[in-house]
């Protein structure tokens, strides 16, 4: 008896991780942290302007929304995470266009 209910625990817990692992977006969250820092170091140094910062951070809430909505029905696909990163790409370009300009903070 004791081996049926441990067995029906394991079950149920390898099967809780399994939806986990689904909806666990690391790389996706790495991401978002770097590039949250980057838009950090560029407004502190000058690099980036207020307006500029205040577009990228927009940028990332959108990114962070479609994250949720990704994981929202337990599943993130391979075209979720392919759309994800694709916007996590040109969240990058445009973090380092923008660091790069000639705009500066006064």
């Known amino acids: 008896m004791k081996s049926i209910k441990f067995a029906a ?25 770097v590039q949250q820092k980057r ?14 910062s205040a577009n990228l951070e927009k940028r990332e809430t959108k990114i962070e929304a479609d994250k949720q909505a990704a994981k929202a029905d337990g599943v993130v696909t391979k075209a979720e995470r392919a759309k994800l990163e694709h916007e996590e790409n040109r969240a990058s370009k445009k973090i380092r266009n923008k660091k790069h300009n000639a705009s500066v903070a006064g």
């Open 9 to 33: 625990a394991l079950v149920a817990t390898l099967i809780a991780g399994s939806v986990f692992a689904q909806t666990n977006t690391p790389n996706i969250d790495k991401r978002q942290e």
């Open 39 to 52: 838009v950090a170091k560029g407004m502190e140094s000058g690099a980036l302007t207020a307006k500029e």
